[in-house]
T-cell receptor, first 113, second 109 residues
C-alpha cells in the first residue's frame, strides 16, 4: 500500500530564517506531487505541483520554492521566512490521470515568530 | 479566478442529518471532491462527483448539479466522530484542485 511521510511535524522558526520541509511517498512510482498551505480559518492553497523529476509548476509567486530531487521526494524551501508563511503545510500525491484523487500527508505545522 | 463557497459553520445533534452546500464558479471543471478534515490532521477523501446526480457511500452522500454550479454533502445518522471540517474542492484542470474554506460541523449529544 502507499504511504506518504512529511517531516518535521511541527516547526517554530524566526523571521528571516531558512526553511526546508520534506515529503516522501512510498509504494508507488512516478506520482504527481503537490504542496499546499492552509492558513488558520482558510482553505487549502495550492503552492506547487510536480508531474515528474525537475518538472515543477508554481501556482503562487512568493518567497517559497520547491524541488523534486528524486521520483518520490518533494521538498519545500525558503531562504528567508516571513510571518505570513505561518500555516499548516500539506504534501499530497496522486497517480497519473484519469484518476484525480489526491492523498494527503500528515502535514507540518509551521509557526514563524 | 476560482470562487468556491460553503458555509463556515454548522451544528447538529447526534443521530440527525446535516446537509453542507457548496457553490462554485471556476475557470474549468473536471469534477468535485469532498474531503473530511479533523482538527490538526490531514484531509481524507470522502467522495468524488464528475457527473450530475447523487453518489451514496454509507452514511455519506454527495450530489452534483453542473448546470447550477452546486453540490452538497449529506451526512446521515450523525455521530460524535463526524465533528470535523468538510472541504469542497473543484478540479479546475488536470492537476489543480481548488478548495473552499471548509465547513466546520459540530455534533452535539
Amino acid at each position: 500500500s502507499q504511504t506518504i511521510h512529511q517531516w518535521p511535524a511541527t516547526l517554530v522558526q524566526p523571521v528571516g530564517s531558512p526553511l526546508s520541509l520534506e515529503c516522501t511517498v512510498e509504494g508507488t512510482s512516478n506520482p504527481n506531487l503537490y504542496w499546499y498551505r492552509q492558513a488558520a480559518g482558510r482553505g487549502l492553497q495550492l503552492l506547487f505541483y510536480s508531474i515528474g523529476i525537475d518538472q515543477i509548476s508554481s501556482e503562487v509567486p512568493q518567497n517559497l520554492s520547491a524541488s523534486r530531487p528524486q521520483d518520490r521526494q518533494f521538498i519545500l524551501s525558503s531562504k528567508k521566512l516571513l510571518l505570513s508563511d505561518s500555516g499548516f503545510y500539506l504534501c499530497a500525491w496522486s497517480v497519473k490521470l484519469p484518476s484525480r484523487e489526491q492523498y494527503f500527508g500528515p502535514g507540518t505545522r509551521l509557526t514563524v515568530t | 479566478g476560482q470562487n468556491i463557497d460553503q458555509p463556515t459553520e454548522m451544528t447538529a445533534t447526534e443521530g440527525a442529518i446535516v446537509q453542507i452546500n457548496c457553490t462554485y464558479q471556476t475557470s474549468g471543471f473536471n469534477g468535485l471532491f469532498w474531503y473530511q478534515q479533523h482538527a490538526g490532521e490531514a484531509p481524507t477523501f470522502l467522495s468524488y462527483n464528475v457527473l450530475d446526480g447523487l453518489e451514496e457511500k454509507g452514511r455519506f452522500s454527495s450530489f452534483l448539479s453542473r448546470s447550477k454550479g452546486y453540490s452538497y454533502l449529506l451526512l446521515k445518522e450523525l455521530q460524535m466522530k463526524d465533528s470535523a471540517s468538510y472541504l469542497c474542492a473543484v478540479f479546475v484542470n488536470d492537476y489543480k484542485l481548488s478548495f473552499g474554506a471548509g465547513t466546520t460541523v459540530t455534533v452535539r449529544a
